[in-house]
């Protein structure tokens, strides 16, 4: 054990070195807004942190560069940031891409935004100039989710940064990075490995703190404005910043007491928007308690004895699981049959049973956390689009169970032309409706609408939606008639015939039990294809996009021991609950990174359909 940790110092070494040279990288690439004496452009207002000051001229440069580059959103950074917010911001954005990654969040420095008016009131947000700058980050999360390929961030001067408050710094990087308290201690890793490092191999150790000492000069030097004390005070303030955020919880809390003791004077909830959250969870704790004793059998149709591809009555349970991701109540048999190899969720959701599970999965309590893993999903799949492109432009393009919409959103970065339509059952294309990531929204399932989209779609889209529907066959008679004569269909399945589903278990996370209720055999779906009219052009084998297999099957087990207080537990986070998942990720945390890798690796190389995890299909529709 000591000999590797003897090794810890050196690599802390050269992953400094490494970041160093990243960051350095990131902030050199950043813009200067150019001097402008052309007026303000009367459609962009200015969105300004409280203690930040900017000049007449520096808002007419601001107004025309983003006039100039056609943006719609442009984060503006102080000339006089310090060295510890510039970190940050080279941290956090990727200037290489950050305009053209339609997938990525918004960040910046959050200090002041230029943004149309036309994307403020789709967003529904009013400018102001007195903003807190945590209230900042959330305000360029959402108006980049309205401005996905239109928004930038460049250097302004004239434009002065509010006063540097060590506090503030921390709640920004709290919110910004979705750090809660126990996830606090993550950045201090590097420091704490150095320590260690330095116990074990002192030279390798002294090394590692000097890196860590003049990292920051090496990142900032001609980009941002550098003083002598900054020598001592840029790391001390790195060290201290799980002191500053103790300080800041006391003074919070203090501040939070006087604020409560006022408002019980005058009959008023302490924390206004704090209330009206736990209002809203305590109704839906009690929402879910009540559904719970009535009985979870009524969310479940009858049981079939047949399999619903082929019929036959040969059929063996293959899989008894709870809810792995959200730890709902219930668990679910999955049916193989043996026949077919078709295997089902037996018996199935009914309409009830789809509205209990699928509620706070990707909206409400868990919309922040659900976008953002939709997201890189819909990162990962660019590749997947491509595929499309040695069969001629897509003009228009349907995607089927598109949710929010971020596959297309995705997908424009590489179909800028094509018209995206979304379909889905759910409200939430509604909202990418009004981002502009799809040009027209139906609302259902596609059997449902395929008669007045017949005809229609150069290239029809199904992304882990076959899987989910009540009849599969249905499904694939609707894209039949969808499509016209020399269209596409774009398909992924889950491969539940891996190595991964039957080592993993409960714990595979193609399974998605119970959102999934079909898994069909690649040749099974490949037969249906054919029989429709449908000839297969291409079938490629794949991992999973998004975190693989085994990171997916940690954090399952991780959960299962102690899982996230949710409603439907109803259980509240408390000590006990608290140690109990510090320890597991103690024990984790090492097995994350190591899977992490293996599943970086196994989505570049690996593609034999005994080990991939998913199967992409193209067929064209016979003419």
């Given at each position: 054990?000591?000999g ?7 690599a802390?070494?050269?992953?400094l070195?490494?970041?160093a040279?990243?960051l350095?990288?990131?902030l ?21 942190a ?5 000049t ?9 560069h ?28 990727d200037t290489?891409?950050?305009?053209t ?14 943004v ?27 108006v980049?989710?309205?401005a996905?390929?239109?928004?930038d ?13 060590a506090?503030?710094?921390v ?13 606090q ?17 002192q ?20 980009r ?36 409560a003791a ?11 928007v ?14 879910y ?8 059998d009524?969310?479940?149709r ?20 709870p ?5 709902k ?27 209990f599970?699928?509620?706070?999965r990707?909206?409400?309590l868990?919309a922040?956390l ?19 492109r ?10 089927v169970?598109s ?17 995206f339509?979304?379909a ?10 009004r981002?502009?990531w ?15 989209v ?14 989910g ?19 596409l ?5 889950a ?22 209720a ?29 975190p ?11 959960n299962a021991?102690?899982?996230q207080?949710m409603?439907w ?12 998942w ?16 293996a599943d ?20 064209r529709?016979?003419?």
């Open positions: 054990m000591s590797l940790l003897a090794w810890l110092a050196p802390v070494c050269v992953g070195i490494i970041n040279v990243r350095r990288g990131r050199r690439r950043l813009e200067t807004v150019p001097a402008s004496g052309r007026p303000v452009d009367p459609r962009h207002e200015f969105l300004i409280a203690g930040v000051e900017m007449d001229g520096a808002r007419r440069a601001a107004s025309y983003a006039s100039r580059d056609h943006l719609d959103v442009l984060d503006l950074v102080p000339t006089d940031l310090t060295v510890e917010r510039a970190l940050d911001v080279a941290r956090m954005v290489r891409t950050y305009r990654d339609r997938c990525v969040p918004g960040r910046g420095a959050f200090q002041a935004l230029l149309r008016s036309e994307i403020l009131d789709r967003a529904g947000i009013s400018p102001r100039e007195d903003f807190d700058p945590v209230e900042l980050v959330d305000i360029t999360e959402r980049k989710l309205f996905s390929d239109s928004t961030l460049a250097v302004l001067p004239g434009l002065r940064a509010a006063r540097d408050d506090a503030m710094r709640r920004v990087q709290q919110r910004a990075y979705r750090f809660t308290r126990r996830y201690l993550f950045p201090f890793v590097p420091q704490v490995a150095t320590g260690i490092g330095l116990h074990y191999n030279a390798w150790g002294i090394t590692a703190l000097a890196l860590f000492w003049f990292q920051p000069f090496v990142v900032c030097a001609g941002v404005p550098l003083a002598p004390r900054d020598l001592i005070r840029s790391p001390l303030v790195r060290i201290l910043g799980g002191v500053l955020f103790v300080i800041d919880s006391v003074r919070a809390g203090r501040t939070q007491s006087a604020r006022a408002a019980k004077a005058a009959g008023l909830p302490a924390d206004p704090k209330h009206a959250a736990r209002v809203r969870r305590a109704a839906s704790r009690d929402a308690h009540r559904e719970v004793q009535e009985g979870l009524r969310f479940l009858r049981a079939r004895d047949d399999c619903p591809w082929c019929g036959s009555t040969e059929l063996a349970v293959r899989l008894v699981a809810d792995m991701l959200l730890r109540p219930g668990e679910f048999t999955l049916d193989r049959c043996e026949h077919c190899g078709h295997m089902f969720l037996n018996p199935a959701l009914n309409a009830e049973g789809q509205e599970y699928e509620r706070d990707y909206d409400g868990r922040d659900g976008e953002r893993v939709l997201a890189v999903i819909a990162r990962d799949r660019r590749d997947q689009v491509a595929a499309v040695p069969f001629g432009l897509p003009r228009t393009w349907l995607d169970g949710r929010f919409g971020h596959l297309p959103n995705a997908a424009r970065e590489r179909w800028p032309a094509t018209v339509d979304g889905d059952s759910s409200a939430c294309l509604d909202e990418g409706l981002r502009g799809v040009d027209h929204a139906y609302h259902g399932r596609l059997s449902d609408i395929a008669d007045s017949a005809g229609q779609y150069d290239v029809i889209s199904m992304f882990g939606y076959l899987e529907s009540e009849d599969p066959s249905a499904e694939l008679d609707a894209v039949t008639k969808a499509l016209p004569a020399g269209g269909l774009l398909c992924e399945l491969n539940a015939e891996s190595v991964q589903a039957r080592l993993l278990g409960r714990f595979w996370s193609g399974w998605a039990i119970p959102e999934r079909h898994f069909i055999p690649v040749d099974n779906l490949l037969a249906a294809l054919t029989d429709r009219g449908l000839r297969p052009v291409l079938v490629r084998f794949a991992a999973p996009c998004g693989g297999d085994l990171t997916l099957a940690l954090r399952f087990a991780v021991i102690a899982p207080p409603p537990l109803r259980r509240a986070a408390g000590p006990v609950a608290t140690v109990a510090a320890l597991m990720m103690a024990i984790v945390s090492p097995l994350l990174t190591l899977a992490r890798v970086r690796l196994c989505r570049r190389f690996v593609h034999a359909p005994r080990y991939s995890s998913t199967c992409l299909i193209i067929a529709r016979e003419l």
